[in-house]
């Protein structure tokens, strides 16, 4: 059997999800985790938001398998991972999208993380109630 030809390849990362994006010549199927794109990802909001760099870059993804490896944070954590991994596997095909993309802001990582627990305290940012006497 024949390996399929990989086109480029790029990892995202959102919260504490990362996501490997491969882009891997094919007939235009999305897979994440070996599961279908639509069944691991059932919001069609976030499938709208995962391939946003695709029709902003105006790439051909008919002749492309999207091949997606996702692990760590919940499922939107994940769609947007695989949205800026898919942004630099597309960058890494053809340098020109670049611009387009970092324009609309898909090139830039969500750094937004849950803040740390203090110590002494019950939260972040939660604090016990205080007693003057």
């Known amino acids: 059997m024949a390996t399929k030809k990989t086109i480029s390849a790029g990892t995202g ?3 504490t999800a990362t996501a490997r994006v491969n882009l891997v010549e094919g007939s235009g199927k999305w897979t994440v985790n070996g599961v279908e794109l639509e069944k691991y990802i059932p919001s069609e909001a976030l499938q709208v938001y995962l391939k946003q760099p ?3 870059a105006g790439y051909d993804i008919s002749s492309t398998d999207v091949v ?3 692990k760590g944070g919940g499922v939107a954590g994940q769609a947007g991972a695989i949205r800026h991994g ?8 053809n340098a020109e999208y670049r611009a387009a993309l970092k324009a609309a802001g898909c090139m830039t990582r969500d750094a937004r993380m849950k803040e740390r627990k203090k110590p002494g305290q019950p939260g ?3 604090r ?3 007693s003057k006497r």
Do not use: H, N, W, Y
């Open 86 to 93: 898919l942004a630099r596997a597309l960058v890494e095909a």
């Open 128 to 130: 016990f109630q205080f």
């Open 13 to 15: 990362r959102r919260k």
């Open 54 to 56: 695709v029709s902003i």
């Open 68 to 70: 997606c490896f996702a």
């Open 124 to 126: 972040a940012r939660k």
